[in-house]
């Protein structure tokens, strides 16, 4: 049900993003999204999501978050930014991207080094 959702949840921003604009087209799905009951017992999903978020940043940055709250009804404050969790799972995504391509670049210079010594 989720994945059917995010993908329904796809085609309404892009059709009111076209129309709107993007920030006003991310708050008309959003609440339209909360209004249907869709994000009905979200608030369990999104302590996980920060935590995770939270760990990912961490690993990256070697610093906590500036700031990582709740704000309810399916919304967060992140570093100063509010997003919904639907937004705070894409950041955490793109963090982790970011994470494996530093961990694969240390990986790299590591096996050059070694390389460059055993020869």
Known sequence: MFSLTCELDKLLYNAVKDACGDRIARDKVFHSMMASGVYEGLAV????AMAR???IYQSLY???PSELRDLGEGW???NGARMTFHELEILTGQLQRELQQEQARKRNLVKRLLGWFSS
């Open 62 to 64: 070697r610093r906590s």
């Open 53 to 55: 978020y939270t760990e």
């Open 76 to 78: 967060v404050l992140v």
């Open 45 to 48: 999903n999104i302590e996980p």
